[in-house]
């Protein structure tokens, strides 16, 4: 049963371009959450995804979007990069219907902003 | 605004040791999560602690939530080097939704 997964696991961008960061959910997860971490610091929430439908955002600018397929994976694009958007991307994924919502994370992206 | 405190934020011991980590968070959750990452990895689920008074143990890793003092635990016992890595301590927002992290432990341990 693969778990959570990524890709790509690395990415260097320059200022000013665009990304866009993929996941898949552990299998029979239907909802799928991002999470930024920076450099020594604790992952930071930025939206989760249910029903192809942003449920619920953190304190991220507009530049952070993301969308989910029917088939429960997910994009999250990133505009303009600045320096300080580099981090690990974190995925995880959860099952509505589980009782204590538990979240299962991948493996992270790696983004380096030049 | 929820915040989750976690200390020490640093922490070297020797082999052999004892030593406890603190979560306190600042609204009600009858949940709580500890999670374990390796330099440049992602985060591995250590325990769910679902309700006041729970107490898991695994290993040298005991943790413990009391859910009206809103403070959980992790009690490290005779520490080994595979324990070295960052632990965090996580809960839900109201929403239930989005989890809130402290800012981690990063332990060290030295033979």
């Known amino acids: 049963d693969a778990g959570v997964t990524q890709s790509p696991t690395h990415l260097i961008k320059t200022r000013g371009q665009q990304v866009t960061l993929r996941c898949s959910p552990k299998s029979g997860h239907d909802t799928v959450s991002w999470y930024q971490q920076a450099l020594g610091q604790g992952p930071q929430f930025i939206f989760q995804y249910y029903e192809e439908e942003e449920r619920q955002r953190g304190n991220f600018p507009d530049r952070f979007s993301g969308h989910q397929f029917p088939n429960y994976s997910s994009e999250l694009n990133v505009n303009a990069l600045l320096l300080g958007d580099s981090a690990l991307y974190l995925c995880?994924?959860?099952?509505?219907?589980?009782?204590?919502?538990?979240?299962?994370f991948g493996p992270g992206t790696r983004l380096t902003v030049l | 605004e929820l915040k989750v405190e976690q200390n020490p934020l640093f922490l070297s011991m020797q082999e052999g040791k004892n030593y406890t980590i603190y979560c306190n968070y600042s609204?009600?959750?009858?949940?709580l999560y500890w999670y374990r990452q390796d330099p440049g990895k992602s985060l591995e689920s250590l325990f769910v602690l679902l309700s006041n008074g729970a107490v898991k143990q695994e290993g040298r890793l005991m943790a413990s939530l009391d859910t009206k003092a809103r403070l959980s635990t992790l009690h490290i016992t005779a520490a080994v080097h595979d324990l070295s890595a960052t632990y965090f301590c996580a809960v839900f927002t109201n929403s239930g939704y989005a989890l809130n992290f402290g800012k981690g432990t990063s332990l060290l341990v030295t033979p």
């Open positions: 609204t009600t959750s009858d949940r």
């Open positions: 995880a994924s959860s099952y509505s219907g589980a009782k204590y919502n538990e979240q299962f």
